[in-house]
């Protein structure tokens, strides 16, 4: 089905910063750059899975000033990717219109075909990912936006949903894009049968995506007109940040996708995560045979379903954990059980009162 | 009933190294001399409610060798008492018999009356606890050993207890000493109504406790008369050493009171514990409205029940945290729950194999 000679293009997300992976991950070295994939980074894991299930003949890598040195020192292995870097985070609508114009002043035309992926998520069939991705970029070559969701496994209330009609050759139309639920509101969406995780992959003709920003987010179509000779100047910093920083702060879904007049979506039956807190971390790293993540030096003595993470060179002796996180980075260190992973902001924000060094 | 000129002696043991409070304790700052009770050490709590409860003419601390620097820092308060350090430990009926001589020779008679306590010990009434003592070395005045009961408030497994019977103004016949019960027995024990917990607490008369040990444990008492010179000698280390190394390890429970002619109790109604592991420090120390001992720079964040407890200069982050213990030394870090405090051997074992420093 593969139409011959449309270009494929690939953009990995890797602006990110949180503290959910807190004290492991800081400002200065968010989720996408920890080596929480069994030693990797979650955005080495992401370029390798993409090289092989995608095969773009560009690949763009768009991320923040201040982690530039270190997404490019991960990338060393893909040496053609580009890396972009915003010189302020605007949320995925900017980032994604700014990909868009980068690529067709690059050379690339307004059928080419560009799949948007987060640097930051697990995914646990490599080969069942590749078939998603190959049905998405046929679909979307063929027009309109094409997302990935994911078939939910359990009532999840940290992930938003799609709602989906019939699935005709492996794609369905989007019929509604639903925010986040409420424990209750997720086991009935799960009852109906119909609802996709919404993943944050999505793929569409260039072209397409620059037309829908137009229709729905004038002004971010007029500020990535005027980026245009920016670009071809090489993004000098004052001028980028004169068009970039003014922008409104809008996710892609909420500005474009949620309006625009054809999505569909590619329902993926690949284990997926989108890792967002230390709960998963057993997901994506090696786990003994009672299920604990153990790094560094741990003596850990009758524990289950743990992760003991020692970045330090000190011992962690830990006893009878069930389902405990233990992180150490030498200089923080966090104890919860990891039912209240979720929750991590509430002590990170007064450890940031305390030693803002720390965050 | 105080007879009129007896002389009162106390005898505080200090000598104890034991890893039940690692990592804050090590051989070489044992549990005695850790700041648990609020700020202050457990010997430092012990002398200051001897010196109300017995107010002896002459106040012994008897400690090991490694100790005493420490242990004469800790005794500043208390210019008064004498300091012996037992070149090595050989449990408590040597160094019980020790005192004994020790005492004989600094002028003490016969029928001065001695008292023994642990220096590591929590008692929860000073005033209750002054009376038991006061009964105690007033019934030791008239013959006999007396030891000091506690009215069992739980069925303890990880004390010994004592069969008593009928209590005559204050004061009960030993029956039997009972070894630590496993928890189907020390339930029987407790519905029996007639035992006591053996707090490790005795008064005797000094005549007495050496003619129990000439009797029970003769070679002890050789070794105690071949001291006699070495004590007048100053206790100088090599024949100190000489004459107390080849002594068998021997508890005073087990070479003596089992065997003894008249060994009688007063049951104490003060709340105590032998803060036996981690699980008891919020009995001795400072907690919140939600029982949690936070000490050092730590942000808990929704816990309950908990031990907290750093030492280092580093941040600890507690979120969530129901009945753990986390103690952090900068060197060394433990977590667990508090019911799995009385295993902590088990991890200490594997850290000892790791880092010998480090226990």
Redesign the interface.
């Known amino acids: 089905m593969a139409e011959a000679g449309v270009v494929r293009c690939a953009m990995v997300m890797a602006g990110g910063a949180g503290t959910r992976f807190?004290?492991a991950s800081r400002v200065a070295r968010p989720k996408q750059l920890l080596p929480l994939a069994s030693g990797r980074s979650l955005l080495a894991a992401t370029m390798d899975r993409l090289t092989r299930a995608v095969g773009a003949q560009r690949t763009l890598v768009v991320t923040s000033a201040h982690l530039e040195e270190q997404v490019r020192a991960e990338l060393a292995a893909w040496p053609e990717t580009a890396v972009l870097s915003e010189p302020v985070g605007r949320n995925t609508a900017p980032c994604v219109g700014l990909a868009c114009v980068w690529l067709q002043e690059s050379g690339v035309s307004d059928d080419a075909v560009l799949g948007v992926f987060p640097s930051d998520h697990w995914i646990g069939d490599d080969e069942a990912f590749a078939e998603s991705v190959e049905l998405a970029y046929e679909a979307a070559a063929r027009g309109g936006i094409v997302t990935i969701g994911i078939r939910p496994t359990a009532p999840e209330t940290g992930y938003g949903y799609l709602r989906h009609g019939p699935v005709v050759q492996g794609v369905a139309p989007v019929l509604a894009f639903l925010e986040k639920p409420a424990a209750p509101r997720a086991l009935e969406l799960l009852a109906g049968g119909d609802v996709l995780w919404n993943s944050g992959m999505f793929v569409f003709r260039i072209g397409v995506m620059l037309a829908e920003i137009r229709a729905h987010m004038p002004h971010l179509s007029e500020a990535l007109e005027a980026m245009r000779p920016i670009i071809r100047a090489g993004l000098p910093e004052p001028e980028f940040r004169r068009v970039y920083a003014p922008l409104e702060a809008q996710s892609i879904d909420y500005g474009v996708m949620e309006h625009a007049s054809e999505v569909c979506v590619v329902p993926g039956s690949f284990p997926w995560s989108d890792v967002g807190h230390w709960d998963a971390l057993p997901l994506v790293a090696e786990s003994d045979h009672l299920g604990n993540v153990v790094q560094g030096?741990v003596?850990a003595?009758?524990c289950r379903g743990s992760v003991?993470v020692n970045e330090s060179q000190?011992?962690?002796?830990?006893?009878?954990?069930?389902d405990?996180v233990?992180v150490?980075t030498?200089?923080?260190?966090?104890?919860?059980?990891r039912?209240?992973a979720q929750?991590?902001r509430?002590?990170?924000e007064?450890?940031r009162e305390?030693?803002e060094t720390?965050v």
Do not use: K
Request: hydrophobic share 60%; aromatic share 2%.
């Open positions: 807190w004290p030096l003596v003595e009758d003991v000190r011992v962690i002796a830990a006893l009878g954990l069930e405990m233990v150490d030498g200089d923080a260190l966090l104890v919860m059980p039912s209240r929750e991590v509430r002590v990170v007064r450890v305390l030693d720390l």
